[in-house]
């Protein structure tokens, strides 16, 4: 099996139990509030550093290149309160544009 | 939803993901940014290990919204089962714990999300150079904004500013996809925080 298909199923298995977890094991109890709170900041921090990553890294190197103009133009749009698929759009052309002078 | 999703689905080629599997992926999973997260971690070299740890974090939260809307759920485990598949941020923000708007809203996003995917994915076929058309940029842009979506506290803040710091420091350090499962660590910086 490919990597990218293991991957599939390993993600889309777990994502589903992680879903079923209150409608189907725990309905009527509840988890205590600070494991709740440790839970739900788990995605912040995993989408910051992923920001980070895809802006900075290649392999284990920190480089500075086309992708900041990419991640430029995604705050833009953000800060504009653009949609996902325009900040995803401009993006790409802001990377490919920089890239494209170089 | 449906351009989030075809956002994916062009993505989703930087990770060798051919349409089926990005296809399915969205069926199965149905969780946007645990996906993206994905197949950015396989395309940046992390391994098959790190990739699913990372989306695997980021639904970590299904489980408390779960266990929020619990109630709201009736019938057998099978069908609560199926319909709990339906809980995503958006449909579960809408519903305020109405059942039907959570299953009504579930299920028009769940097509829009597999539509959107499956456009994506053609689409992206039929690009030859995935960094030419500057989708490398993309993703960055597109975590930008799904972080955005998660920044509705000073604690969130916090969590996301340590976050970044720990991943940009590890980057030198440790091989691709480990640093996006360490930032999880950032998490003590706002567990304490009201």
Not at chain 1, 88 to 98: D, E, F, H, I, N
Not at chain 2, 58 to 67: C, F, K, S, T
Not at chain 2, 162 to 180: D, K, S
Request: charged share 10%; aromatic share 6%.
């Amino acid at each position: 099996m490919s990597a990218a298909w293991a991957t599939v199923i390993a993600v889309g298995a777990g994502t589903v139990v992680l879903k079923a977890v209150g409608p189907v094991g725990v309905s009527g109890r509840t988890i205590s509030p600070a494991v709740e709170r440790l839970l739900e900041l788990i995605a912040p921090a995993i989408l910051a550093a992923l920001v980070m990553v895809e802006t900075l890294a290649s392999g284990r190197h920190l480089v500075v290149d086309a992708r900041l103009a990419g991640v430029g133009a995604g705050i833009v749009c953000v800060l504009a309160r653009a949609p996902f698929w325009l900040v995803v759009l401009c993006g790409a052309l802001a990377t490919a544009g920089v890239r494209a002078l170089q | 939803m449906a351009a989030l999703g075809a956002s994916f689905g062009v993505l989703a080629r930087t990770a060798h993901l051919d349409a089926l599997a990005a296809i399915v992926m969205s069926a199965t999973t149905f969780a946007g940014s645990s996906q993206v997260a994905a197949v950015s971690v396989l395309g940046a070299g992390g391994g098959i290990a790190a990739a699913v740890a990372a989306a695997l974090l980021l639904n970590a939260r299904y489980a408390p919204i779960g266990i929020s809307v619990a109630q709201t759920f009736r019938g057998s485990v099978a069908r609560r089962l199926a319909q709990s598949q339906l809980v995503v941020d958006e449909s579960w923000a809408l519903s305020g714990g109405n059942r039907r708007v959570l299953l009504g809203v579930g299920t028009t996003l769940w097509f829009a999300w597999v539509g959107g995917t499956a456009v994506g994915a053609f689409a992206g076929q039929a690009i030859g150079d995935t960094g030419k058309f500057g989708l490398d940029g993309a993703f960055a842009a597109l975590f930008v904004a799904l972080l955005a979506t998660q920044l509705t506290s000073r604690a969130r803040l916090a969590v996301a500013a340590g976050g970044a710091a720990i991943a940009a420091l590890l980057i030198p350090f440790t091989p691709p996809g480990v640093p996006i499962i360490a930032a999880t660590g950032a998490v003590v910086l706002g567990w304490r925080r009201a």
